[in-house]
């Protein structure tokens, strides 16, 4: 199945300044990568996403590559916030490869903590 | 409009007892999940459904029992809970099989004593 790795596990920034998080993945037929914002105590929510047939979106102040030869893709925030601290996961899946029971292939990484100090 | 919605927000029980998590969406979604999240883990998906009827396992389903009666409701049981399964629970629910937006409830904090 597939392997989603994510990094780094925590990052810090100082308000203003940019972040980035990596993951990589392991499953070169996968073609929708989604990336989730979870705030404090609250649930996770979709904040953008890409398919493989495009190397970056753009969404405001965040956007999203990706690198189908190295198999990685990478969330980009910048002029960053005190509310874009929070723990974001990336996850990857093959949509259309599998069919019937056990088809499901939505894999999560498992998580980077982003500080933004002001 | 109430979206999805879960219940307990909060349990305690005791290792042996069964407890039952309930999740209820309004949107009609085919599409719903129950995932686990732990600290160093991430979010882990326990048992998804396609459609009323259909349930599936993911990747952590030992210990947990679902069903799905009706397209709107989706109960995760735990049937003689252990310690392991202290965590918190979100359900989720998509209209799309895998590359659509998953909507999360608001999540259930269970601890096992």
């Known amino acids: 199945g597939e392997n989603v790795e994510q990094h780094p596990s925590t990052l810090s920034v100082q308000e203003g300044d940019s972040a980035v998080i990596k993951c990589t993945y392991s499953d070169s037929a996968s073609n929708y990568f989604p990336w989730y914002k979870q705030e404090l105590g609250k649930r996770p929510q979709l904040i953008i996403d890409?398919?493989?047939?495009?190397g970056e979106k753009k969404d405001q102040r965040i956007a999203v590559t990706l690198n189908k030869t190295a198999k990685h893709f990478s969330l980009h925030i910048t002029e960053t916030q005190p509310e874009d601290s929070a723990v974001y996961f990336c996850?990857?899946?093959?949509?259309?490869?599998?069919?019937?029971?056990?088809?499901?292939?939505?894999?999560f990484g498992k998580g980077t903590k982003l500080s933004v100090i002001p | 409009d109430a979206g999805i919605t879960q219940s307990p927000r909060y349990k305690i029980t005791e290792t042996g007892r069964q407890v039952t998590l309930m999740c209820h969406q309004t949107w009609s979604h085919s599409y719903m999940f129950w995932y686990r999240q732990d600290l160093g883990h991430g979010l882990r998906l326990i048992y998804y459904?396609?459609?009323?009827?259909?349930?599936d396992k993911g990747e952590v389903p030992d210990g947990y029992v679902v069903s799905r009666s009706k397209t709107e409701n989706f109960p995760l049981t735990l049937e003689s809970a252990t310690r392991s399964q202290t965590s918190v629970y979100f359900c989720?629910?998509?209209?799309?099989?895998?590359?659509?937006?998953?909507?999360f409830g608001e999540g259930s904090r269970l601890t096992v004593l």
């Open positions: 989720a629910s998509s209209e799309f099989q895998v590359d659509g937006e998953l909507f």
């Open positions: 459904s396609a459609a009323a009827d259909i349930t």
């Open positions: 996850a990857a899946s093959n949509r259309g490869r599998y069919s019937g029971a056990g088809s499901y292939q939505l894999t």
């Open positions: 890409i398919r493989s047939n495009v």
